[in-house]
């Protein structure tokens, strides 16, 4: 029967790849249904009333189960030699229920019995006007994804048209079976690809252009006749065929503008027309649409680990079933950017790996993680040294096995084998950063030469996306490298004090600040504490940090009083620029007279909490201007402290809140520190749990935590030495002995030598003042010798006859660590013992 003249209408065996010229009486009628995600039908075409007798309004809105044949495939008895036997045809799927139920997540084809009874025999359709009929009905499925409601597409034909054909023309049919192909795989493909929308419901272009570009990504439905010929589904409506629909569109108009009642056939062009959008170029619009989704889906944040497992979920299950992406070392570590072609001996990472199989199944096989290099002549090494896609259509039993050498003690054969692959790379700046293996199951369509296009395309996308992020971790860890280096590295414990330090880095403005904390060594067992901020973020105020905090360490170690040293570095700041302001807190603490010395530049006052009574009070110091704005005096504040009492300083990070008044934080910082802690580290874990919480802080932040312990009077001993050579004797005879008391008898050899030396030259060099010497007994054994000669020693390198000089170089070689620096008076040479273990 020829229905050249219907519409969803595709050519029959005589239109197909390798077959004779298309004859006019061998066309079916094809029905278009579409489901919604409820499982109901949205959509009925005019081929889909006359294969299944039921009108658009009677179908519209029920389930597409109570409409649609799910039985499976038809008894043996049932065959008809014009079918042969249907056995040959193993489907891709069990039935149309389990597409129309979502187990399916792939296209389907198949063929069932349908018993069709009740109204809708018109007499176009294909049943009988009365009495019950049965329809042999070929059907193909297509998953839907995307935005829109659309969950399956269903085309339907019967198969007994396919038998109502011209006997004259002589045409054997040994095998009907409904199958998928590419739509590449027959001439004229382009031209087929544009009329394939004319079958699909009347929708937004957008919404059609999806669904054309779905059903060619998942397989073109076809019919397989013997067993080579394959004809594909699709309508034969060319221009001419446009040309005369527009004729007949404007007879209807005509008429109704007359109006005349319109002719039976105007009336079923009219109808017809839902069905027949002209979408030219559909695939291709989808394609875009497709790559603009995923662009919009990537990128979202620069972080790189997040980066990469958006652009794998992108691409599955909607272009691929299984993505695995690889990325470069020096990518993965945070790195530069990494140079020159890669090699059999670049290590790639394997970073993710997304996948529609049932969960698990890759995860032991290929763990994310694992690094790998690939060798010379396979697909991966051919992608990634030419940065162009790779297309193997189908992995042949051959290849997976070299592909699986690679796994060592892992058979990665069963999910690789008969699966088409499409290597591409991700590129940025011509340099080729990763790849990413896509693969898809055996009974989906392979890929094609459009989808090589669209996967380098969306690979070009992913690239640019990856090496931001890798550009942004990679500036960051030059920033956290450049604030860890900036900020000093203070030893848990210092004379007559245990430190804890923690620091924040800002968490909007930047991971570099101009925050920062030190604790200096001072002449008698003294400890100067510190801690700064530069008002700003980013490099700029870093590097003003810098500057300060060395200048800060110079001065401290001239011993300067707090206030005249707060009163040079501002002097320092104004000569550096008048651009940036700087708060600065400078304590020094003497564990042998138990006091604190502070000035304060402008900085948020810091807490005591007193040993005694757990209490915990901001101390009261005169606020100071920052520094840099110059001409301001500062005030030195002293404090007595008893052993046990905590010194908590920080940055105004920590307290301020943006919309809050500062009391608040301040009253919480007094708070978290009285709070009972096991350790000086959960003590600032605690402060930083208490303030770091509330939301709003954008601040780096700078803690510093002293316990202030104290040195006992027993763990003190001073002589005064008089201006006499003979004094030499004497100070080795009182360092022995006290040595002794202490139960430090070993290291009174050694230490008796250093005082020798130091004590000698500080007789020689002293000008009026008695020469001092002190021995503290602490975590080490500290000696000092003060004299009043401004000049500092230096080591020098000595000879065998040189007299000068080798003082030092004994001091030295035999001294855990030594010093100089200034004082008031003139100066002090210091160094330290190590304490034998007990």
Known sequence: MDRGTDRDTPPGPGAGHGTAEPAAAGRIALAVVVVDRDGLVSHWSIGARRLFAVTKEEAIGRPAVDLLPVSGALPEEDESAAYGPYADYDGLGPDLESSLDGRLSYPAAGRARLTVSGSGRGERGILPPDGPGRVDVLWWAYPLVGPGPERLLVLAADADGLRRHDPAEDLTVERIAPAFALHT????????????????????????????????????????????????????????????????????????????????DLADEAEDAEDAEDLEYAAVRERLEFLNEVSGRIGTSLDLSRTIVEVSKAVVPRFTDVAGTYLREQVVAG????????????????????????????????????????????????????????????????????????FEKRDIRPLINNRSMLIVPLKARDVVLGFMILLRHPERVEFNDMDRVTGAELAARAGLVLDNARMYTYQESV???????????????????????????????????????????????????????????????????????????????????????????????????????????????????????????????????????????????????????????????????????????????????????????????????????????????????????????????????????????????????????????????????????????????????????????????????????????????LCEVDDDDHDLPTLLNTGPGDEIGRGLRVVSTLAREWGTSRTKAGKTVWFEMTLPRR
């Open 185 to 264: 795989d027959f001439p004229g493909a382009d031209e087929l690809a544009r009329r394939l929308p004319e079958i699909l419901p009347s929708m937004s272009v957008g919404e059609s252009a999806r669904i054309v570009a779905q059903v060619l990504e998942l397989g073109y439905p076809v019919l397989e006749f013997s067993q080579n010929d394959r004809v594909p589904v699709t309508p034969d409506w060319g221009v001419a065929r446009r040309a005369e629909r527009k004729a007949r569109r404007e007879r209807a108009a005509h008429a109704v503008a007359a109006g005349e009642p319109l002719p039976p």
């Open 335 to 406: 790195e530069g950017f990494p140079e020159g072609v890669p090699d059999t001996t670049t290590l790639w990472h394997r970073v993710a790996v997304e996948h529609t199989d049932e969960p698990g199944r890759w995860d032991d096989v290929v763990p994310v993680g694992e690094a790998m290099p690939f060798p010379a002549n396979t697909p991966f090494f051919q992608c990634m040294t030419s940065g162009e896609p790779v297309l193997v259509p189908r992995i042949s039993e051959q290849m997976g096995h070299a592909i699986a050498s690679q």
């Open 479 to 781: 920033a956290e490298t450049l604030q860890d280096s900036m900020l000093p590295h203070i030893p848990p414990r210092m004379a007559g004090c245990d430190i804890a330090t923690r620091y924040l880095p800002g968490t909007l403005l930047g991971r570099v600040g101009g925050d920062w904390f030190d604790a200096v060594k001072l002449p008698g067992a003294r400890t100067a504490l510190v801690v700064g901020d530069v008002m700003g973020h980013g490099l700029n105020s870093a590097a003003m940090m810098g500057q300060l905090r060395t200048a800060v360490q110079t001065m401290a170690a001239l011993d300067l009083p707090p206030a005249q040293l707060l009163r040079n570095l501002d002097d320092l700041a104004q000569r550096l620029g008048d651009t940036y302001l700087a708060t600065c807190l400078y304590a020094v603490y003497d564990p042998i007279a138990s006091e604190l010395h502070l000035a304060n530049a402008g900085h948020i006052p810091p807490v005591l909490v007193r040993a005694q009574n757990g209490s915990s009070d901001l101390l009261d110091l005169p606020t100071g201007a920052p520094i840099g704005v110059g001409s301001v005096p500062f005030e030195t504040v002293r404090v007595r402290v008893e052993p046990g009492d905590r010194l908590v300083m920080c940055t105004d990070g920590l307290v301020e809140v943006r919309g809050e008044d500062i009391g608040v934080g301040l009253a919480t910082l007094c708070e978290s520190a009285a709070h009972p802690a096991a350790s000086m580290d959960d003590a600032c874990d605690t402060i930083i749990r208490a303030l770091n919480t509330r939301g709003g802080r954008k601040d780096d932040v700078a803690l510093l935590m002293a316990r202030l312990n104290g040195i006992e009077p027993d763990d003190v001993a001073e002589w005064r030495l008089r201006l006499d050579p003979a004094e030499v004797g004497r100070a080795r005879a009182v360092v022995r002995e006290q040595l002794h008391e202490w139960g430090l008898a070993r290291l009174a050899d050694p230490t008796e030598l250093l005082v020798s030396e130091l004590v000698t030259n500080a007789v020689r060099h002293s000008r009026s003042r008695p020469v001092d010497l002190r021995l503290v007994r602490g975590d080490t054994l």
